[in-house]
């Protein structure tokens, strides 16, 4: 089994920055593609980025690319997502989740385990 943890969500104004980390514990993080998604109140959870095991393939959603990246650190077991220029719309909960190798995907039902989410919210 595996956990995910989020943390490093928060409160920051419009055009500031913030990054959320994403700890994983268990069973092998190995070949395992790790993507970001969030959720608003009253909307469909929707897909942010994805970064493969080798971190030499990435995909973002078109709304975020430009502003967001997503990294990971395999020895630490952690993935991040770095989060500037930011906008009252990228207010959410933001959840990682973990997809096993490749191609990456942006489809939820495709990724086999979760965090439990943490806040961000941008005020303008």
């Known amino acids: 089994q595996v956990q995910l943890v989020e943390s490093g969500g928060g409160l920051v104004q419009a055009g500031g920055s913030l990054r959320v980390s994403c700890a994983a514990s268990?069973?092998?993080?190995?070949?395992?593609?790790m993507g970001w998604f969030r959720q608003a109140p009253g909307k469909e959870r929707e897909f942010v980025a994805a970064l493969s095991w080798s971190g030499g393939r990435t995909l973002y959603a078109g709304s975020v690319k430009g502003r967001f990246t997503i990294s990971r650190d395999n020895a630490k077991r952690t993935v991040y997502l770095q989060m500037n220029s930011l906008k009252s719309e990228d207010t959410a909960v933001y959840y990682c989740?973990?997809?096993?190798?490749?191609?990456?995907?942006?489809?939820?039902?495709?990724?086999?385990?979760w965090g439990q989410g943490t806040q961000v919210t941008v005020s303008s």
């Open positions: 268990g069973r092998t993080f190995s070949g395992y593609s």
């Open positions: 989740a973990m997809s096993r190798g490749l191609p990456l995907n942006t489809e939820p039902a495709l990724y086999s385990y």
